[in-house]
């Protein structure tokens, strides 16, 4: 059976309802009277709240198939709207529709939630996501999608970062025509990480196309990284926590010391990220930030990318204590080593993880300059 949904807010923008709706539905403006849309506790979000003697402006999208329907239910599912009945003025008239609303009580911040300003903001981000979100349709339900929506959010943004931050080339410069032809791409695992196959082919530096290569790639949003060290004290701080990649390899103690890290979450810098995960794990206030480096891991399998830095702080004496957040299932043990202490794990072999070779290498070339301004 069609029906009629009205649709405001980040719908209203042609390329994400084309996503969500499969297709460019016909639409004319409509008017919900007694509400208005205010921006609400997730960055650039809307929401619509009574507000009498308001109207909101939107669209109709009258006799819309089930399939339709079904497609924006599954999206919107997934931030936790619902669709309720409503009447719109439409032509002069009144008009019995649906529209979406928040299943749960949602943070209403002050002020007209803006189109346009999402739309030079978070939208491109929004509309990646987007595209990941309606390619399971069928396969989940928004209901199940939203323990996945935080990595999928956070991979659009990196996906942005990507595109508005590309590293130089100057020697690696690819072939003359350095095109990629995707011919089919799937999702096959789908969980808290998302595993991708692709069926490809690129430019060759002989000329003309490679052969069709099938690869499967893990997808994972950035992460920040952040050595925590005092020079007054010459003193680092490492986290020890439980790691799936050591355990799935067969390390028979899979508990690993690292510098403080965490996934860059939607609307944060990279920066912003180090010094929350310094709070959160290790209870330190970061003072000065410096960049050592940003890189892919693992570029052959992998889209996680690191931003790596060096925190300057003031660290207790050597020893140990307890960080991470319940909510994150995180059970971290947090060690106070003096300079000497870490740089012994580089060459006894205890350090396993790249990220804490390459902080304290590089913290092994600044130490003086870092001492001398302290």
């Given at each position: 059976?069609?029906?009629?949904?009205f649709?405001?807010?980040?719908?209203?923008?042609?390329?994400?309802?084309?996503?969500?709706?499969?297709?460019?539905?016909?639409?004319?403006?409509?008017?919900?009277?007694?509400?208005?849309?205010?921006?609400?506790?997730?960055?650039?979000?809307?929401?619509?709240?009574?507000?009498?003697?308001?109207?909101?402006?939107?669209?109709?999208?009258?006799?819309?198939?089930?399939?339709?329907?079904?497609?924006?239910?599954?999206?919107?599912?997934?931030?936790?709207?619902?669709?309720?009945?409503?009447?719109?003025?439409?032509?002069?008239?009144?008009?019995?529709?649906?529209?979406?609303?928040?299943?749960?009580?949602?943070?209403?911040?002050?002020?007209?939630?803006?189109l346009?300003?999402?739309?030079?903001?978070?939208?491109?981000?929004?509309?990646?996501?987007?595209r990941?979100?309606?390619?399971?349709?069928?396969?989940?339900?928004?209901?199940?999608?939203?323990?996945?929506?935080?990595?999928?959010?956070?991979?659009?943004?990196?996906?942005?970062r990507?595109?508005?931050?590309?590293?130089?080339?100057?020697?690696?410069?690819?072939?003359?025509?350095?095109?990629?032809?995707?011919l089919?791409?799937?999702?096959?695992?789908?969980?808290?990480?998302?595993?991708?196959?692709?069926?490809?082919?690129?430019?060759?530096?002989?000329?003309?196309?490679?052969?069709?290569?099938?690869?499967e790639?893990?997808?994972?949003?950035?992460?920040?990284?952040?050595?925590?060290?005092?020079p007054?004290?010459?003193?680092?701080?490492?986290?020890?926590?439980?790691?799936?990649?050591?355990?799935?390899?067969?390390?028979?103690?899979?508990?690993?010391?690292?510098?403080?890290?965490?996934?860059?979450?939607?609307?944060?810098?990279?920066?912003?990220?180090?010094?929350?995960?310094?709070?959160?794990?290790?209870?330190?206030?970061?003072?000065?930030?410096?960049?050592?480096?940003?890189?892919?891991?693992?570029?052959?399998?992998?889209?996680?990318?690191?931003?790596?830095?060096?925190?300057?702080?003031?660290?207790?004496?050597?020893?140990?204590?307890?960080?991470?957040?319940?909510?994150?299932?995180?059970?971290?043990?947090?060690?106070?080593?003096?300079?000497?202490?870490?740089?012994?794990?580089?060459?006894?072999?205890?350090?396993?993880?790249?990220?804490?070779?390459?902080?304290?290498?590089?913290?092994?070339?600044?130490?003086?300059?870092?001492?001398?301004?302290?």
């Amino acid at each position: 059976m069609s029906q009629n949904i009205f649709i405001y807010g980040t719908l209203l923008h042609v390329p994400l309802l084309g996503i969500v709706a499969g297709y460019a539905p016909p639409s004319e403006n409509a008017l919900l009277e007694g509400y208005r849309v205010a921006p609400s506790g997730r960055p650039n979000w809307p929401v619509l709240v009574q507000d009498p003697g308001r109207a909101t402006r939107g669209l109709l999208l009258r006799d819309l198939s089930e399939d339709v329907v079904d497609r924006m239910v599954h999206y919107l599912g997934a931030y936790g709207y619902r669709l309720v009945p409503c009447t719109v003025q439409a032509r002069g008239l009144p008009v019995a529709a649906r529209r979406f609303t928040p299943e749960a009580a949602s943070r209403v911040d002050p002020g007209e939630w803006d189109l346009t300003g999402w739309i030079g903001g978070p939208a491109r981000a929004d509309i990646h996501a987007a595209r990941e979100v309606m390619a399971l349709w069928g396969r989940f339900s928004g209901e199940d999608l939203k323990f996945r929506l935080g990595q999928i959010e956070a991979r659009a943004h990196a996906r942005v970062r990507a595109e508005d931050h590309p590293a130089p080339h100057r020697i690696a410069t690819g072939p003359a025509a350095p095109q990629v032809s995707v011919l089919s791409r799937r999702d096959d695992h789908a969980g808290y990480f998302f595993t991708r196959s692709y069926e490809l082919t690129h430019a060759t530096f002989a000329g003309g196309p490679s052969e069709v290569i099938r690869r499967e790639t893990f997808l994972a949003p950035d992460a920040g990284i952040v050595l925590l060290y005092d020079p007054t004290r010459d003193r680092v701080l490492l986290v020890e926590q439980f790691r799936m990649g050591p355990f799935a390899r067969g390390e028979a103690l899979p508990w690993m010391l690292e510098p403080v890290a965490g996934r860059v979450d939607p609307g944060e810098t990279p920066e912003d990220c180090v010094r929350r995960e310094a709070r959160e794990e290790a209870g330190v206030e970061v003072r000065a930030l410096f960049h050592i480096g940003s890189c892919y891991p693992t570029p052959g399998c992998s889209s996680e990318y690191y931003h790596v830095y060096l925190g300057t702080c003031d660290l207790p004496d050597a020893g140990q204590g307890q960080g991470g957040l319940d909510e994150e299932a995180e059970d971290i043990r947090t060690h106070v080593l003096s300079y000497e202490a870490a740089m012994e794990l580089l060459t006894s072999g205890e350090a396993q993880a790249a990220p804490l070779f390459l902080t304290l290498m590089w913290l092994q070339a600044k130490r003086s300059e870092l001492r001398g301004a302290a």
